[in-house]
């Protein structure tokens, strides 16, 4: 195995935590990196969502509801699919003061499908709650939430996780020895592949892939949603495949995050399917009906008034509903 002339350094475990001022704690560099991308994403999906007419800010609604059960979906997954790592003779499982514990996420330990799938129900519950069709927000988010995804990778680089099988590439990742993830028996030198950085660009190339086709075809009811779980689920199969330390978990010899990339491919197809031949045009409101949200500047004056008058005028130039207009009805003779 080649030395490490040629490589991509991983950072020390002194840059995992940061320390801050004045304070006795640290804070994770992985937790703050998703922070960031949380908050990009937030930001461009809200600009989205106003372009289409919906409430400036009602981003943040939604997002009370997804975060959460976003960061306890992604837990929950990766303890079933890790369940050696907490379910074992004296383990310590339920005390979230404990090093070890299922509650204990700042030691590390996420699953993005499983974040996907509680952002999603934290979605529809915040949809509901702001009236905000659900099919509207997800395709406001998905590119954005592609986007997040590709500055959380950097997180893993921090961690010196998501890497896979040795290597003797130029760009192969340098991993300290003592990893937990390292197979035993491998030389300290050994390069492995970069996965964080292959997700990464493939997720950047994603976005862009999705916002060209969106304007290109207009793609709305879930179709935005749909080519994102594709895409992202087309790349994470693959590296997920060549993964040094993939889920425990295996069905027919292949892991839990494979099949569940695979699903998500699936998934993607028959939303894409669905929505075209239930909602050939396109959407009409951001909002359901009755729940629409009216601008505080679209207040009706006079001359407006006198506008929507015209338009509703019948045949003979009348406005509807005036009293010259109910005069010369057929039902008035």
């Known amino acids: 195995m080649s030395g490490w002339m040629t490589s991509i350094p991983s950072p020390g475990p002194e840059w995992a935590q940061i320390p801050l001022p004045f304070w006795p704690y640290r804070i994770q560099t992985y937790a703050l990196i998703i922070l960031v991308g949380i ?8 600009r989205r969502l106003t372009q289409r007419g919906a409430e400036p800010g009602v981003v943040l609604d939604i997002l009370l509801c997804a975060v959460p059960l976003g960061i306890v979906g992604a837990r929950l997954y990766h303890v079933v699919t890790h369940p050696k790592d907490f379910f074992y ?8 003061f404990q090093p070890g514990s299922i509650w204990a996420i700042w030691e590390g330990g996420g699953a993005i499908f499983g ?16 009236g905000l069709r659900f099919w509207t927000f997800a395709d406001a988010v998905a590119p954005a939430l592609l986007l997040a995804q590709a500055i959380g990778r950097f997180g893993n680089y921090f961690n010196q996780e998501l890497f896979g099988l040795p290597t003797n590439l130029p760009w192969g990742l340098q991993i300290d020895a003592g990893n937990k993830a390292i197979p035993v028996g491998l030389p300290d030198d050994t390069l492995f592949q970069p996965l964080f950085l292959y997700e990464m660009i493939w997720n950047v190339i994603g976005v862009i892939v999705i916002v060209f086709l969106q304007r290109k075809f207009t793609l709305q009811w879930g179709k935005v949603l749909a080519v994102y779980l594709i895409w992202y689920g087309l790349g994470r199969s693959y590296l997920e495949s060549i993964r040094i330390d993939p889920s425990e978990f295996t069905f027919l010899g292949i892991p839990s995050n494979v099949w569940a990339a695979f699903g998500a491919v699936v998934l993607g ?37 006198d506008l ?24 008035n003779g």
């Open 39 to 46: 908050i990009i994403a937030a930001m461009w999906t809200s």
């Open 89 to 96: 003779p004296g383990a310590n499982i339920w005390n979230p």
């Open 115 to 130: 974040a996907l799938i509680g952002g999603a129900i934290g979605v529809w519950l915040g949809c509901r709650w702001t």
């Open 269 to 305: 197809v028959i939303i894409f399917l669905v929505q075209s031949r239930r909602h050939p045009g396109l959407e009409p409101s951001p909002y359901r009906p009755g729940r629409e949200w009216v601008r505080p500047d679209a207040a009706v004056d006079s001359d407006d008034t």
């Open 308 to 331: 929507e008058d015209e338009d509703t005028a019948d045949a003979d130039g009348v406005p509807a509903g005036s009293a010259s207009a109910k005069a010369t009805s057929p039902t």
